[in-house]
């Protein structure tokens, strides 16, 4: 999965504004960073 896609729907059907409106930055940066690492998985 491309991490850019976490911006688009279906996950802005749930929070507008991107993962952020969920997950305070520290964690949505931890997110986007293991997305390749479960990608390679």
Aim: proline share 10%; net charge negative.
């Amino acid at each position: 999965m491309d991490p850019k896609l976490l911006y688009e729907s279906p996950f802005r059907d749930i929070a507008a504004s991107g993962p952020e409106q969920v997950f305070s930055i520290e964690r949505t940066d931890q997110l986007v960073d293991v997305i390749p690492c479960l990608n390679d998985t």
